[in-house]
Nanobody
Framework: QVQLVESGGGLVQAGGSLRLSCAAS????????MGWFRQAPGKDREFVAY????????DYKDSVKGRFTISRDNAKNTVYLQMNSLKPEDTAVYYC????????????????WGQGTQVTVSS
């Protein structure tokens, strides 16, 4: 079993930055891909980014490329999402997930989820 706990969300003005963290406990963190998803009110949960076990592979949703950066510290069992140049359309609850599949961009590919952290970007 894996427990994931997100933190770092909040209210920020457009153009600002936030850094989300996701701390993992339980099974060996370095054994699985980690990803970030988000869900806005009335919308489906959507892929934002993933990172491979050794940080050698990452991928991003097109609309966040160049603004968001995913990283991980296996020694700290933590994955991060640095979000810069935030836009109102980035407003959502952000979830981190753990996956044993390769290149996981679909929510069903994730076995573990955190409880989410709210990000609100004001215009």
């Amino acid at each position: 079993q894996v427990q994931l706990v997100e933190s770092g969300g909040g209210l920020v003005q457009a153009g600002g930055s936030l850094r989300l963290s996701c701390a993992a406990s339980g099974r060996i963190f370095s054994n699985y891909y980690m990803g970030w998803f988000r869900q806005a009110p009335g919308k489906d949960r959507e892929f934002v980014a993933y990172i491979s076990m050794n940080s050698g592979s990452t991928d991003y949703k097109d609309s966040v490329k160049g603004r968001f950066t995913i990283s991980r510290d296996n020694a700290k069992n933590t994955v991060y999402l640095q979000m810069n140049s935030l836009k109102p359309e980035d407003t959502a609850v952000y979830y981190c997930g753990g996956s044993f599949r390769s290149l996981p961009t679909r929510s069903y590919e994730y076995a573990y989820w955190g409880q989410g952290t709210q990000v609100t970007v004001s215009s």
